[in-house]
């Protein structure tokens, strides 16, 4: 057993850190009150092969590894959480679901440009009928000659009212269930396809989320992603590796939580001495240090799997259940050690906590990663 | 087409070295970098290539631990690597770092100009580029905060006590430069990737004509101290007021 | 033979060499040499600040640099053997110095901020900073001649003694040197020295444009102070000149009063302030390492603190 990386996957990690200290760190606090997308990082991001690590040299990646992405977002994530989650679910989601269901032109048209940084790509499959419950969707895809046209309201897309290149889920058969969902890629500015309500955020601000609304938006049929009624299985190939992508924000934001708490601790003087030298605070950072290990762990395996080419489902939902719950309840802690410091605005932490909560709720909340898991242990 | 070499050092990261309790230095959870000042020389080689054409080689002195530093360099964009490694590399002083270089780039590299850091952030001695020069025996110009390379000789800006000199020198010709002289590139992914397929020369101890003997010799290293009172006002009216107080018990306002 | 040779660029760095090598030629019982390259009429001058005997080189023409006496100058060196060499720790020296040990192929003490003889009346042990300022180092050359630089104001300037007679000696003229200076771009502002002010108020990246600095000016003025800066100040942002950079590779204070604003704390500019009597500090990072190494601290942002204290001190 190897717990080392490999002297690029340090490398690549130790520039992203000094990425993130030189360009986000200093924005991230303004862009959460601003709820402001970054375009001059993501511009930065993508001259520096940021955007498509993952991705095949060929289609316009950087040609590495899974676990590289990973190292990627989590070193982000560990200045702006936000940030790291528009480029994972970027790379993740809308390149990945190209990479690996797109044919040769969708890739030389659509996941070249997303994996240059050059357009940004947006996941859309959430209705407001349709959370966890995937098959209860509505949105429809009717083949009219040579175009199909969809029709229905989606929400929740992240990269809504910012992305270029949008993976839309909708119905071509409903009567054929499972196996009647297809994927569609549509780009920005096609008629029919709109931003509707832009929504204000408790955390994860500065990635914007908003309505999609799709009336009589008509694509022609090579848009039409893989074949028909493979929708489903794309999705949730999709969250496989989005999910990495989840796990590997939460470790940053973890590791971030961890970091303040360390600091603070250490400088904060009550009843004569650092609090850290409490017992009470020292176990709070003992545990949340453990569980930021257990979290990088489970969330590197899962990489680690699916750059070794096996199914890695079951592993991927268990390190973004474990690693989205940990980061919620040590972002609380670390909140704690703050005291009344760690409540008001411009303190990290309160960020953190703030950002933390939503990884327990997209790509699948907790309870839809404990249905997969236990879906497969109980098989 | 100039050939270029770089030199850089690979250095324990000043940010992580600890106080311990006697005044001893603690180096238990240091991490290295490649000198501060060095990235700016391999960034202006790196520039003038791309300007100029020709071919950076980087090189460095080192203990084999030094490795680690090499890819670092590479993804930076010079087109090789010279890694002068020896156990005994660890703590040489600049006399025998500048007589290695020497030794190693006089026999065995082409090159028409050298790119030094102004100093490294360790020791920052700030002799190896000069002393490489001597031993060398080419022109050397230090400090410099704006070179371009003008046909078969360099024009360097140098800063100075009084002001700014431009200078000129033939190649082959050595340089050391100031942080001024440019930004260094945050590696991207595929620089680093590409970093792992470019060429690293080992050299060992053996290769070299002879053996360099130190001429300085450090007798201690001891942290240096620094006790105050650390006290901390927030910026409310009152704490203005209990700073200002605070300034004139101390007696030093007047 | 032996001998203790001091070189610098002009004067000032010429007399303060002077002191520290009076001292040393004396409990050594040798021979105190200073070259000479500027105006020559120095030379007793430096005679009668404690200097036995001069070397005078000759006037180098417009477009060379004093680089061309490397070769004359270690020439003599071999020759005479002197026991130790100490030069001015400026740009031009301490190229010069590295050159000039590499020929005599001794050991040299950069940026020495201290110097001793040890027990043996012969070994100097030299101190210096190393790792930003973190740690002081401390050596000793295993070969003559021991070399070291010396950053100015490390030594005071030598006093005049009237009647002291000494020896002037001229060295031949360098071959030219293959560096030629085309030309030479005065500096534009001539900057205060505040390595003696008693109050330094000293900026940092915290200052976010230019014009922001006249805020920094003005709680310098209503404290009767100086203004200093940090590296990036100086050297990323141009805003102030190079004389005004505090730190390792710029100048080192001691004031009586330190306030800086808007500075991080890193030790390469900590260690330029460590002998400030009282150390403030305003940022907006109450995590800063400045607040470690400070008496009093700010924790907010200059641009409401600052404004504050004008007021204060004003009163
Ligand atoms: C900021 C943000 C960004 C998002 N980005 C995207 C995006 O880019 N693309 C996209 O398509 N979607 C996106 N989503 C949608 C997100 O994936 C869904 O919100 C999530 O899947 C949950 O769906 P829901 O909100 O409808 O909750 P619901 O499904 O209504 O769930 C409510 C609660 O019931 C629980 N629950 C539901 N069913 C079960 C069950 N069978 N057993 C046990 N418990 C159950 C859930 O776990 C949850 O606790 C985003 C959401 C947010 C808030
Ligand atoms: C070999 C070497 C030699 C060096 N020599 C020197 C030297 O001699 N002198 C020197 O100074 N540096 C030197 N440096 C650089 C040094 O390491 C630091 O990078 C530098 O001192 C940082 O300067 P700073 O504190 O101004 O900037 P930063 O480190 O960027 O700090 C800015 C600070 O301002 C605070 N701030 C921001 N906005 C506000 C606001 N509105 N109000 C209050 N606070 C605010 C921030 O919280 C931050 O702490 C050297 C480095 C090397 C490698």
Redesign the pocket.
């Given at each position: 057993m190897d717990f080392k990386l490999t002297e690029e996957q340090e490398l690549i990690r130790q520039n992203m850190r000094e990425f993130a200290e030189k360009y986000v760190d200093p924005i991230a606090s303004e862009i959460d009150e601003n709820s402001r997308h970054p375009v001059e990082v993501f511009q930065k991001l993508a001259e520096g092969d940021w955007m498509g690590i993952p991705i095949p040299a060929e289609y316009g990646g950087a040609g590495a590894d899974y676990l590289t992405h990973a190292l990627v977002v989590e070193e982000l994530s560990r200045s702006c959480s936000s940030t790291g989650f528009t480029l994972s679910?970027h790379v993740g989601i809308a390149c990945m679901l190209v990479l690996m269901f797109g044919d040769e032109d969708q890739k030389k048209k659509y996941l070249v440009p997303m994996a240059t940084g050059e357009k940004l790509g947006?996941?859309?499959?959430?209705e407001p009928g349709a959370?966890?419950?995937v098959m209860a969707a509505t949105t429809t895809a009717v083949l009219d000659g040579d175009e199909y046209v969809i029709n229905g309201t989606?929400t929740?897309?992240?990269n809504g009212p910012t992305g270029d290149t949008y993976f839309v889920f909708a119905w071509t058969d409903k009567e054929a269930g499972r196996k009647g969902m297809s994927a569609f890629i549509v780009p920005k500015e096609t008629p029919g396809m709109q931003a509707g309500t832009h929504f204000q955020?408790m955390g994860?601000r500065s990635?914007q989320?908003s309505e999609m609304l799709f009336k009589d938006c008509r694509v022609p049929k090579e848009n039409l992603l893989g074949q028909e009624g493979r929708g489903l299985v794309m999705a949730m190939t999709g969250f496989d590796h989005g999910r990495i992508g989840i796990s590997a924000q939460s470790v940053g934001i973890i590791q971030a939580a961890l970091d303040e708490s360390i600091k603070w601790s250490k400088e904060r003087v009550q009843f004569g001495k650092p609090i850290s030298r409490q017992q009470a605070i020292a176990w709070m950072i003992a545990d949340m240090a453990t569980d930021l290990d257990a979290a990088r762990f489970l969330t590197y395996r899962a990489a680690w799997l699916k750059d070794q080419g096996v199914n890695f489902s079951k592993e991927a939902a268990m390190a973004k259940l474990f690693a989205a719950e940990a980061a919620m309840k040590h972002t609380i802690k670390a909140v704690q050690i703050h005291g009344g410091y760690g409540y008001v605005k411009g303190a990290k932490v309160e960020r953190l906590m703030r950002d933390a909560k939503?990884t327990e709720?997209?790509?699948?909340?907790?309870?839809?990663q404990r249905?997969v898991i236990s879906g497969t242990v109980l098989r | 087409m100039p050939n270029i070499v770089v030199c850089f050092k690979w250095v324990i990261d000043e940010a992580y070295i600890r106080r311990g309790s006697s005044g001893e230095l603690d180096f238990s959870s240091v991490s290295y970098k490649i000198s501060d000042y060095d990235r700016n020389a391999i960034e202006e080689a790196v520039r003038l290539r791309n300007e100029s054409g020709g071919r950076v080689a980087a090189v460095t002195v080192g203990s084999p631990e030094a490795t680690k530093g090499l890819k670092d360099a590479l993804s930076r964009g010079p087109d090789q690597a010279y890694f002068i490694n020896d156990a005994s590399f660890e703590n040489i002083e600049p006399s025998q770092t500048s007589a290695i270089l020497a030794d190693v780039i006089g026999s065995k590299i082409e090159y028409d100009l050298i790119i030094c850091g102004e100093g490294s952030s360790d020791l920052y001695t700030q002799q190896v580029g000069p002393r490489l020069a001597e031993r060398l025996g080419i022109p050397c110009i230090s400090f410099v905060l704006k070179l371009t390379i003008d046909g078969n000789h360099i024009i360097a800006e140098r800063k100075v006590e009084d002001g700014v000199e431009v200078t000129a020198a033939p190649m082959p010709v050595l340089v050391t430069v100031l942080p001024d002289i440019n930004t260094p590139r945050i590696p991207g992914v595929k620089d680093t990737l590409m970093a792992s397929k470019k060429e690293v020369v080992n050299i060992a101890k053996d290769d070299l004509a002879q053996t360099y003997e130190p001429t300085l010799q450090t007798t201690a290293m001891t942290a240096a101290s620094m006790e105050r009172r650390c006290v901390k006002f927030g910026a409310e009216p009152g704490d203005i007021a209990g700073f200002v107080e605070a300034l004139e018990k101390e007696g030093v306002l007047r | 033979m032996a001998g203790a040779w001091i070189i610098a660029d002009n004067r000032e760095q010429t007399l303060e060499l002077l002191t520290i090598g009076r001292e040393l030629a004396t409990t050594m019982g040798t021979k105190l040499t200073a070259l000479l390259w500027q105006d020559q009429e120095l030379a007793d001058d430096y005679i009668s600040h404690g200097a036995d005997e001069i070397l005078l080189l000759p006037p180098l023409p417009e477009d060379q640099p004093p680089g061309a006496y490397i070769p004359v100058i270690a020439d003599e060196a071999q020759k005479k053997d002197p026991d130790i060499i100490l030069m001015a720790s400026t740009v031009r020296g301490k190229e010069m110095a590295a050159r000039i040990a590499t020929r005599l192929n001794t050991g040299l003490c950069s940026n020495c901020i201290a110097l001793n003889l040890g027990e043996d009346g012969k070994t100097v042990e030299m101190e210096r900073l190393v790792f930003g300022g973190t740690a002081v180092q401390k050596v000793t050359c295993t070969v003559r001649p021991a070399m070291a630089t010396i950053p100015l104001k490390t030594f005071e300037p030598a006093v005049k003694q009237e009647g002291r007679q000494g020896d002037i000696r001229e060295l031949p003229a360098p071959a030219p040197s293959p560096v030629k200076i085309l030309e030479r771009k005065p500096r534009e502002t001539e900057a205060k020295d505040i390595s003696e002010s008693r109050i330094v108020v000293c900026v940092g990246r915290g200052i976010e444009k230019e014009e922001d600095l006249a805020l920094a000016r003005k709680l310098a003025h209503a404290l009767g102070g100086e203004i200093g800066c940090t590296r990036p100040i100086s050297e990323e942002n141009h805003w102030l000149p190079e004389e005004l950079c505090i730190g390792i590779s710029g100048i080192s204070v001691k004031p009586d009063l330190y306030i800086g604003l808007g500075i991080s704390g890193q030790v390469q500019h900590v260690t330029g302030i460590r002998d400030a009597k009282v150390i403030c500090a305003v940022n907006t990072d109450e995590n800063a390492p400045i607040f470690a190494a400070a008496d009093y601290g700010i924790v907010g942002n200059l641009y409401d603190v600052v404004p504050k204290l004008i007021e204060a001190f004003k009163t």
């Open positions: 679910i947006a996941f859309v499959l959430t959370g966890t419950d989606k929740f897309t992240s955020k994860l990635s989320t939503i709720i997209y790509e699948g909340t907790s309870e839809a249905m | - | -």
